[in-house]
């Protein structure tokens, strides 16, 4: 198994843009999402993704936001790649060229081969925990043996992960790539220089 993928979400400072490119994470996250306390403004936005240094993927989170938002986003930053935490289906999606990540709130008895299965075009489905009228950013874990050993999609796993756990968490399911963001924070929309090194070294030791 090749190492796992660590993205950093909820970035809303350059700071911890370059704090989470110089300790070795392959991805970015800009929150999108006004309801978020992470979230982004446009401006804040172009200036994180700027700053950042080559192949170093950012990734725009958008919930159920309209085409003309998103549109309006792309025209001014220069985002690699998509994330829909709503109820976004496959075909709308597709809409904005380019890849795309479809995050998947995971609840007890789900079919999660079936969920997957929606969005065929899905560079990884990430699996997140449930939580009523929270879209992403919870916090907490699900239940990890409810992942298919098997399966024919690019699993992103998300949900309570931290440097303690996230070794377990890749031992158990194998996934292509983690995806944190309270789980290295000092606090809401602020990073932890300490914990991401932590969180990315433990990804490596696995």
Known sequence: MSMARVKICGITRIEDALAAAQAGADAIGLVFHAASPRAVSIEQARAIVQA???FVTSVGLFVDASEETIRRVLEQVPLDMLQ???DEPEAFCQRFVRPYLKAVRVRAGD?????????????????????????????????????PAQRNWTLVLAGGLQADNVRQ??????????DVSGGVEAARGIKDVAKINAFIQEVKRV
């Open 52 to 54: 950042l240094p080559p």
């Open 84 to 86: 829909f935490h709503g």
């Open 111 to 147: 079919d999660l081969d079936a969920l997957a299965g929606r969005w065929p075009g899905a560079s990884g489905i990430l699996l997140d925990s449930y939580k009523p009228g929270v879209p992403g950013g919870t916090g907490e874990t699900f239940d990890w043996s409810m992942i």
């Open 169 to 178: 968490a890749i031992d158990l399911t194998t996934p292509w790539a983690v």
